[in-house]
Structures are given as structure tokens and as C-alpha cells.
């Protein structure tokens, strides 16, 4: 397999698009997206074999640049896919740390 060019956009000979977003992150769930030094994207990027993907956070979209539509296709299924889950994760964690009442008036 050869080494992955980090290089930055644009790109010649690249398709391009954006993904909308379909709710504003925080930069809580903007973190657990991306991942600690973008670990997620390079993940995905890697996995698709896309060129780039970029977080536009004034725009709330996903910048991909990949060979083919075929390939931004998948990158855009994996990213909503992956968006869900860290949603479903903050959400069951606020669930869980959230004191009962019980709790609250032994306090």
C-alpha cells in the first residue's frame, strides 16, 4: 500500500464536496467527531481511500476531496454514521451521570 499524502486542498484531478451537517456541533461532540489530532477523519480517509476531509466549523460541513463520487459517497455514510455514535455516546453519558432524586436528597 503506498504512504498517504497529507498535502493540502485544492487538489488537481480531485472530486470535491460538502457534507452539511445535520445539527451544529458544540465543541464538545466537534471533538469527539474529529478525534484527538483529527484521529477519526484520518480513519475514515483512510478506510475510503478519500484524498481529504476537513471540519468547516463556521459553515457546519465537511469538506471531502476523493478521486471519484463513488468514494465521497461512502466517506459522507461513514461520517454521519461515526456522528451518531459520538451523539448516542454524550447523550448516554449525560443520561448516566445525571443525579436521582434519591441522591439529591441524601445530599
Known sequence: MEP???????????????LELPF?????IAKRFIGRAGHFFILITERCRAKYIWYVKEKN???????NAKIIAKVKKQLLKHLS?????????TTTSEPTQENESTA
Open 4 to 18: 498517504i499524502d497529507y498535502s493540502k486542498p485544492p487538489f488537481a484531478n480531485m472530486d470535491y464536496s460538502q
Open 24 to 28: 451544529v456541533l458544540d465543541s464538545c
Open 61 to 67: 460541513i465537511v469538506e471531502i476531496w476523493a478521486r
Open 85 to 93: 455514535k459520538v451523539k448516542a455516546q454524550l447523550s448516554s453519558e
